[in-house]
């Protein structure tokens, strides 16, 4: 039998606040956290709006001599397991494991050193400690103390959800008791440059769902959850935030990067994880969207939604704008959103919304409002058409 | 112009790893969908053959818009931008 899954703390940080309360108070003014870039000395992009943080992450995470992602990362689940347990239980921590999505990790080190190279003929190799994307998970588990699984998950704009979608798996099957779940990306020439290349910059800043939408908003950040079971969470008194109710993954097998334009996939993920869930579309009280405000991402999901949930469809916004598209930890940050949202007992808006595409007809949220709700479902879209569904159900806490 | 159009009928050949030979590529095709067949993968491509091999950078979608309308429309793109 499969055991419960429940979330007893959350970590965040990104351009939208470097804590959970912050960043609930930029979703409820509305205010969006995207400024002009001004990371990587890169002349194309300076100035467009991003999702980058301020903050100065080295002082924040103690961590003076590592990387962006990695003190990120950790700066995240400190805050996660913090909640979790207010008195530290080295016990229960030890036997934790971690699970992160890394899309690039270290990689503008890696960058660095090359560019150093070529036109210095400088050779730092200390640089490309922080190459391999697995290194923010170590930087966690060593930070923190965690001797269990360290795993890293790498499917693009999924991987986040996909992370948490295979530590719940541990815990329901009985194979771990608490994960660490989440994800980290932080900004590289190689994210700037392809999107860029792409032509998938939005010059003015992401307007998911809009007709006059031209593309994302790049950003970086850090989400982690604590998963646990619900046994272990209520036997040792743990804030239970929410239950994690269902969660799917499907893959278009359609093409490199676009997504199948009639959302099969994504419809597939979403009746997956509602079959597992036990819950009928109409329990569904809020989708958070994944909305990355690309052309193609914007239809395909619209379609999905509208494939499972047609006339009784509950309300949708895409956070994006409030935080950019902060690949890798997008869905993390997305899960926690949808925590924050139960605990809060309200939605989020879609910012950076004017007119509606009529071609993505869905129940798009356009302000902050209270609401009751109780199941939230979270929908995150990789490249290849990797599509994740995460359902959470109001805890206890 | 003609020598131009050439030119790019043979990169977009060579870069993009088409299946057919440069004469057989329609100057006025549009270059997506049912035209040429390019997807938004291509388009990478595009921009990166446009800065590497004309010295031309394209940043965003409207600038991307004017130019990939066609194989002549690449042509003129870059004739203007040269001439600017």
């Given amino acids: 039998m499969k055991r419960e899954v429940v979330v007893t703390g959350v970590g965040i940080v990104s351009a939208a606040g470097i804590s959970p309360e912050e960043t609930w108070n930029s979703l409820k003014e509305g205010k969006s956290g995207l400024t002009p870039f001004s990371l990587l000395s890169s002349p194309k992009y300076t100035g467009v709006p991003a999702g980058q943080v301020s903050a100065d992450l080295a002082a924040l995470s103690g961590l003076e001599q590592s990387c962006r992602p990695d003190q990120l990362a950790v700066i995240a689940a400190r805050q996660a397991l913090k909640e979790s347990f207010p008195n530290a239980d080295s016990r229960v921590m030890e036997k934790a494991g971690v699970i992160l999505g890394a899309c690039v990790g270290g990689m503008s080190q890696s960058e660095f050193f090359l560019q150093q190279l070529l036109l210095e003929g400088v050779t730092d190799t200390d640089l490309l400690r922080f190459h391999e994307c697995a290194c923010a998970a170590e930087a966690v588990a060593e930070d923190l103390g965690l001797f269990g699984p ?137 989708i958070n969207a994944h909305g990355t405000a690309t052309i193609e991402n914007d239809r395909a999901e619209s379609s999905a939604i509208n494939l499972v949930f047609g006339d009784g ?85 | 112009m003609e020598d131009l159009i050439k030119e790019i009928k043979q990169r977009l050949v060579d870069n993009l790893q088409l299946d057919r030979s440069p004469q057989e590529i329609d100057t006025d095709a549009p270059l997506f969908d049912e035209g040429l067949g390019l997807d938004s993968l291509d388009v990478l491509e595009l921009v990166v053959m446009l800065d590497r091999d004309y010295g031309i950078e394209i940043v965003n979608m409207d ?19 040269k001439a600017s």
């Fill in chain 1, 150 to 286: 360290c795993e890293t998950i790498s499917t693009a704009c999924s991987s986040g959800s996909n992370a948490i979608f295979l530590a719940a798996d541990m815990i329901a099957s009985g194979e771990s008791d608490m994960m660490l779940a989440g994800g980290i990306d932080s900004f590289s020439r190689l994210t700037l440059n392809g999107f860029g290349s792409l032509l998938l910059i939005d010059p003015q800043g992401c307007r998911p769902f809009d007709e006059q939408r031209k593309g994302i908003s790049l950003g970086e950040g850090a989400a982690v959850l604590v998963l646990e079971s619900a046994e272990t969470a209520r036997r040792r008194n743990a804030p239970i935030l929410a239950t994690l109710s269902g969660w799917a993954n499907t893959c278009d097998a359609h093409h490199a990067t676009a997504p199948a334009p009639d959302g099969d996939g994504i419809a597939r993920a979403i009746h997956s994880a509602l079959g597992q869930s036990g819950l009928s579309p109409k329990d569904i009280h809020y």
């Fill in chain 1, 313 to 397: 469809m509950p309300p949708v916004s895409s956070t994006k704008r409030v935080f950019g598209h902060t690949f890798a930890a997008a869905g993390a940050i997305e899960a926690v959103v949808c925590v924050l949202a139960l605990k809060n007992r309200a939605i989020p808006a879609n910012a950076g919304l004017d007119q509606l595409d009529p071609s993505c007809p869905v129940r798009i949220q356009r302000n902050f409002e209270n609401s009751d709700i109780s199941n939230v479902m979270s929908l995150s879209l990789g490249f290849g058409g990797n599509n994740n569904c995460l359902i959470m159900t109001r805890g206890e806490a």
């Fill in chain 2, 63 to 81: 600038e991307g818009k004017k130019a990939f309308v066609s194989v002549r429309g690449i042509a003129e793109y870059i004739t203007a931008k």
